[in-house]
């Protein structure tokens, strides 16, 4: 499954508009982001595509020098998780415990 970014949503599928799976986030300011909604299609569930999508926007986060600020529940659930592994993209002002 390929990844698409699309202004401030990554996404899977052919049109952004109706995506197969999708995670979105909110920039504010220039130093976070927040991710604020995650969607995988009842066909995609159970294949990791929502980790995937989490991935690439942890990435875009570090080649940005972003931190982020999870508000969707399945990104905060994942980054309080695996919080050593995010430590360096999660804002020092999120709570995730």
Do not use: W
Not at 4 to 9: F, L
Not at 70 to 86: G, H, I, S, V
Request: glycine residues 6%; proline residues 4%.
């Amino acid at each position: 499954m390929e990844i698409k970014r699309r202004n401030e949503q990554f996404y899977v599928g052919d049109d952004p508009e109706n995506p197969m799976a999708e995670m979105t986030m909110v920039l504010n300011g220039t130093k976070q982001l927040i991710v604020d909604h995650t969607m995988v299609s009842d066909e995609l569930r159970g294949q990791g595509i929502g980790d995937k999508l989490l991935e690439a926007v942890v990435n875009y986060a570090r080649e940005n020098n972003r931190q982020m600020i999870p508000t969707c529940p399945f990104a905060k659930a994942r980054l309080e998780k695996n919080r050593d592994q995010y430590a360096d993209v999660l804002s020092e002002n999120e709570e995730t415990h």
